[in-house]
């Protein structure tokens, strides 16, 4: 069985980066058939994918375009992990982030969720 | 505003069988099978219940199923128990700058 267990500040100041890490058991970061995915809920944005990183032969990523200037999703292999960093962060930046297991474009597996409020 | 159109509340009796719809378009759930539905209860992280239209991942009772029809998705829940009091969320890829996209959720209340 797949777990994910996410870890990382609640708290963030504006224009600070907003860092977040998803240990994976039950399966590999580095499984070829799967896709490491995060994604954030927040009332006013409703649920937003931004972005996941994977393993075909190389590491491959794809961000969401609304945050694609701001955002980095990296894998770790040593540590079976994958995390997710948001720069420049502003309120509208607060919201549940989850992370979650893809495959192919659904996502089967997800983390307990952190929420992450941006407030000075 | 979502990037697929959902009902924002649909109620049925237990027993009872509701379909919530979801809209699009041609470049997400009209042009490709690639829809999945979410089930969330208040606190909790979303749970697949339906992945590439109408497929149910293990574990997920047969009283749940999907259909698609265009632009438009749907989810058809049969037999309704108390249980699937939840919000609905349905998701599909698309083929543009945003590669997944959902929709604002429906909440299910079970009379």
Known sequence: QVQLQQSGPGLVKPSQTLSLTCAISGDSVSNNNAAWTWIRQSPSRGLEWLGRTYSRSTWRTDYAVSVESRITIKPDTSKNQFSLQLNSVTPEDTAVYYCARGSSWDLNYWGQGTLVTVSS | ?111
């Open chain 2, 1 to 111: 505003q979502s990037a697929l159109t959902q009902p924002a509340s649909v109620s049925g009796s237990p027993g009872q069988s509701i379909t919530i719809s979801c809209t699009g378009t041609s470049s997400d759930i009209g042009g490709y099978n690639f829809v999945s539905w979410y089930q969330q209860h208040p606190g909790k992280a979303p749970k697949l219940m339906i992945y590439e239209v109408n497929n149910r991942p293990s574990g997920v009772s047969n009283r749940f199923s999907g259909s698609k029809s265009g632009n438009t998705a749907s989810l058809t829940i049969s037999g309704l128990q108390a249980e699937d009091e939840a919000d609905y969320y349905c998701g599909s890829y698309r083929s543009s700058d945003t590669l997944v996209v959902f929709g604002g959720g429906t909440k299910l209340t079970v009379l």
